[in-house]
């Protein structure tokens, strides 16, 4: 099995870009397990426990329809803040192969300049990373 772990934000269109990149690679799909991830935060820990959960987050369900859409195999996992440490934390708990990070959209020359989340990442992780634009 083929493990992709997909940080999530609050960005909507960029979590279909990261799930949509998934589906688009050349790999047999019934062999992935994407595990999707987000670090809860604000309003969101605010909520009441029972509601505080990734999969109750917006953007996780929006990724999680598009991929079992296409029969991916999906889990959802929380990671701990800040969220960095909680990305490369999960990276060895579920043993994933390749992660997909969500970019900004930038300028041309603003392209090369990833966000402190996504830079630490790429430095850090001893697996792939993909960064979508």
């Not at 909507?12 to 688009?24: D, G, Y």
């Not at 997909?100 to 850090?124: C, N």
């Amino acid at each position: 099995m083929y493990r992709v772990l997909v940080p999530i934000d609050n960005d909507e269109n960029r979590a279909l870009r990261q799930a949509r990149f998934v589906t688009n690679q050349p790999y047999d799909l019934s062999n992935v397990e994407v595990v999707l991830t987000h670090v809860l935060h604000g309003e969101e820990r605010q909520a009441p426990p029972a509601m505080q959960t990734p999969s109750r987050v917006t953007t996780v369900k929006r990724a999680r329809e598009h991929l079992e859409d296409y029969d991916v195999n999906v889990t959802i996992a929380e990671a701990s803040a800040p969220p960095e440490d909680g990305i490369l934390d999960l990276i060895d708990e579920v043993n994933a192969d390749h992660i997909v990070m969500g970019g900004r959209k930038r300028s041309p020359a603003g392209k090369a300049i990833f966000g402190s989340v996504t830079q630490t990442v790429i430095l850090e992780s001893d697996v792939p990373v993909s960064v979508t634009g």
